[in-house]
């Protein structure tokens, strides 16, 4: 049984750092698409980044991009998502979700139709974590 465990999360002022890390365990394939969402009180989930295990492929979503980093280490079965310059708009609980039954793809596509998915069913995103809160507060 495939499992996703967070951590990382924490207090930080505006323009500090994190690194959230999802560790996976489980894992049966090498083919597999691993990413982030974020939901802050009141708001709908919404798509941060994933990563590709079958080419690096990185996306992001447009209110992230150039401040936030996913990463993975293989030798450590983790997914990383480094964050910085952070904004008081950045805190949310922060959850990983993977796909792990799809065919393998290649460039951009897929993961941006992933990353879409930011209500339930959660269609093709069998495993989350139980997510790790970010707060972004003076």
């Known amino acids: 049984q495939v499992q996703l465990v967070e951590s990382g999360g924490g207090l930080v002022h505006p323009g500090g750092s994190l690194r959230l890390s999802c560790a996976t365990s489980g894992l049966a394939s090498n083919v597999y698409y691993i990413g982030w969402f974020r939901q802050a009180p009141g708001k709908e989930r919404e798509g941060v980044s994933f990563?590709?295990?079958?080419?690096?492929?990185?996306v992001y979503a447009d209110s992230v991009k150039g401040r936030f980093t996913i990463s993975r280490d293989d030798t450590k079965n983790t997914v990383y998502l480094q964050m910085n310059s952070l904004k008081p708009e950045d805190t949310a609980v922060y959850y990983c979700?993977?796909?792990?039954?799809?065919?393998?793809?290649?460039?951009?596509?897929?993961?941006?139709?992933?990353?879409?998915?930011?209500?339930?069913?959660?269609?093709?995103?069998?495993?989350w974590g139980q997510g790790t809160l970010v707060t972004v507060s003076s």
């Open positions: 990563i590709s295990s079958t080419d690096g492929t990185t």
């Open positions: 979700a993977a796909d792990l039954d799809s065919p393998p793809q290649y460039g951009s596509t897929w993961l941006r139709v992933l990353m879409g998915q930011s209500r339930p069913p959660y269609r093709y995103l069998e495993v």
